[in-house]
């Protein structure tokens, strides 16, 4: 019964492959996350889509792309990696309750992607 | 620019102590503030959201406090155990339409038995 899923918990690959994290939430949750930690275990957002629709894009290269199929699943698909993508990657989820009035965000497990 | 620091990087003390995790953030028009914990390798687990017109959450042996005003958040542990040892993350919602989070550069707390 487990709220945030992420798949693989672990990804290595050579340079310049693609690849793609799964996410999928069963809390019912309009709106879904990536974020990124670095090697010094730093977070930050990538991006945020509510209801399938993207609404937080930071400053992420294009080589990452986001795809929401249905508002329970969120993945994140990276072409031509680079050694510098290496970073644990975690999905999370929200229910967005209307402007100003935002519930806890949950986190998955996160994606320990290395890039050799 | 909106930052938020995380005094001190790296704590370490004997169980039964009481301690407080400090949180500082340079623009204080936030919506709410989120304390998690990260256990070494796992995801991160919400311990207490606090929203902008509150001033502390409790839950059991945790309490945040928030002073917008100052700029700053605080994390009470209680009674501290060898179990609370992990990093602990203040996470700052500036955007209330979209939640994004900024967070902080963490707290790794160790408590000796």
């Known amino acids: 019964d487990t709220a945030v899923s992420q798949t693989p918990k672990y990804l290595v690959t050579q340079m310049g492959n693609d690849k793609s994290i799964k996410c999928e939430q069963n809390l019912g949750h309009d709106t879904m996350y990536w974020y990124k930690q670095d090697s010094k275990k730093f977070l930050k957002i990538m991006f945020s889509?509510?209801?399938?629709?993207?609404?937080i894009n930071e400053t992420v290269p294009n080589r990452f792309s986001p795809k929401s199929p249905d508002k329970a699943h969120l993945n994140l698909h990276i072409n031509s990696l680079e050694l510098g993508d290496s970073a644990v990657y975690f999905c999370?989820?929200?229910?967005?309750?209307?402007?100003?009035?935002?519930?806890?965000?949950?986190f998955g497990p996160g994606t320990r992607l290395t890039v050799l | 620019k909106q930052e938020v620091t995380q005094i001190p990087a790296a704590l370490s003390v004997p169980e039964g102590e009481n301690l407080v995790l400090n949180c500082s953030f340079t623009d204080s028009a936030i919506y709410n503030l989120q304390w998690f914990r990260q256990d070494p390798g796992k995801g991160l687990t919400s311990l207490l959201l606090?929203?902008?017109?509150?001033r502390e959450q409790t839950s059991g042996r945790l309490n945040a406090s928030l002073d917008k005003s100052s700029g700053r958040s605080t994390l009470y542990i209680a009674a501290s155990q060898p179990g609370d040892s992990a990093t602990y993350l203040c996470a700052l919602n500036y955007g209330g339409a979209t939640n994004k989070l900024i967070f902080g550069t963490g707290t790794l707390l160790a408590v000796q038995p």
């Open positions: 606090i929203q902008s017109s509150q």
């Open positions: 999370a989820s929200s229910q967005l309750s209307g402007v100003g009035t935002t519930d806890t965000q949950y």
């Open positions: 889509y509510n209801n399938k629709e993207l609404i």
